[in-house]
């Protein structure tokens, strides 16, 4: 920034096609040791490219990680949420990785829908669904969507949280 360059400036913007150079990467950034910006999709950190950086920059405490979706409970991406504030640790590949990096969320850019969304989406069909099942979310938060439905749709859809 205080040389008139924007760290997110798609000029500078490098993707990867293949594993690779998704190796190469991580072992230039180790080696190199300057400031980065990676953006991998999470997989709730349990699996894909994302587990990889993790293993390798999770115990650096110059890293930060950004978390910008949500992070289901007993997933290695809560787990770290969770744990790496209080200076915690991970299991990642059957390996303890202790959290030394800055662990940050924001909320606000999950591509899921919110109850009240699910439920407008649902009850604005024409032709309603016979049934729904709700395989996505921490217990709590399936059943309450469960509850909102079965109340909006007054029993015209057999309504099934999967567990």
Known sequence: MAKGRHPLNFDHLYTLDSHQEHVQTINYLKQRQKPAIVIAAS????GGRIVNYLEAFLGDPRTDVIFVGYQGLGTPGRDIQNYGPRGGYVVLNKQKIDIKAQIHTISGYSAHA????????????????????IVHGDTEAKQALADKLKESLKGEVKIEIAT
């Not at 997989?43 to 349990?46: A, P, R, V, Y």
């Not at 919110?114 to 099942?133: E, S, W, Y």
């Open 114 to 133: 919110d109850q009240a969304n699910l439920v407008r989406f649902v009850t604005g069909m024409t032709k309603k669904p016979r049934h729904i099942k």
């Open 43 to 46: 997989g709730m950190c349990s």
